[in-house]
């Protein structure tokens, strides 16, 4: 696609539900990152793939939270059990090189997903 | 990783140009000076990137000294639309964590 999508753009969901967030990278980037913003803050890194790989997880908060990126393309990150605390704003990024070695490499992020936990 | 320190926030009017300075004081030979521009309700947007001296492309500078301890973005003329919060991040190049670090910015608003 011409940009990173994700999917959906808002959700609210019941404390203790299971979420699932979809991001669909630009075609051919091989890098995908999570990251999670609060109102007013940076954004927080949570995890990253190169291709299916995920190469680092450290910035997951806790194990009710995990990414998958199974054919190299489009990622999930699930959210088991959610509390109001994982209220924020969701954003998916690529790029287009693997930035493990490449990092003066450009990385376009989505548009985000509002989670809302009520 | 190198931590940054920028403003939290400046103001300025338009027409003017804008110097953003971000401190990078523990940065290493390999690392990298990029900076990242954030509309509000949209994700951050590639500004501009550079190892030393000066860098210019169409939509700003960036200024490093020679001890790279610090760096400039220089916004020429700035209009409303300016008015975004900016992110000075330092990336290590070759690094096998590949991830970006972000702190909360410089917020920057642009008056008529």
């Known amino acids: 696609g011409a940009g990173v999508s994700q999917s959906p753009r808002y959700k609210v969901t019941k404390r203790g539900q299971d979420v699932a967030l979809r991001c669909d990278p630009i075609?051919?980037?091989?890098?995908l990152y999570w990251y999670r913003q609060a109102l007013g803050q940076g954004p927080e890194f949570l995890t990253y793939?190169?291709?299916?790989?995920?190469?680092?997880k450290s910035g997951l908060p806790n194990d009710r939270f995990s990414a998958e990126r199974p054919e190299g393309s489009i990622s999930t990150l699930t959210i088991q059990r959610t509390e109001q605390r994982d209220s924020a704003m969701y954003r998916c990024?690529?790029?287009?090189?693997?930035?493990?070695?490449?990092?003066?490499?450009?990385?376009?992020f989505g548009q985000g997903t509002r989670l809302t936990v009520v | 990783l190198a931590k940054t320190t920028q403003p939290i926030s400046m103001d300025s009017y338009e027409g003017q140009e804008v110097n953003i300075t971000c401190s990078h004081n523990?940065?290493?030979?390999?690392?990298?000076i990029t900076w990242y521009q954030q509309f509000p309700s949209q994700g951050p947007r590639f500004i501009i990137q550079?190892?030393?001296t000066k860098v210019t492309n169409e939509v700003a500078s960036l200024f490093i000294p020679a001890d790279r301890k610090s760096s400039t973005l220089s916004l020429p003329r700035v209009s409303l639309s300016d008015t975004a919060v900016y992110y000075c991040?330092?990336?290590?190049?070759?690094?096998?964590?590949?991830?970006?670090?972000f702190g909360r910015g410089t917020q920057l608003t642009v008056w008529p």
């Open positions: 990024a690529s790029s287009q090189r693997d930035r493990t070695f490449f990092s003066d490499t450009e990385a376009f």
């Open positions: 550079g190892y030393k």
């Open positions: 523990n940065i290493a030979t390999n690392d990298y």
């Open positions: 991040l330092v990336e290590n190049r070759g690094s096998t964590l590949g991830r970006l670090y």
């Open positions: 793939f190169n291709y299916e790989a995920q190469q680092d």
């Open positions: 075609s051919g980037h091989v890098s």
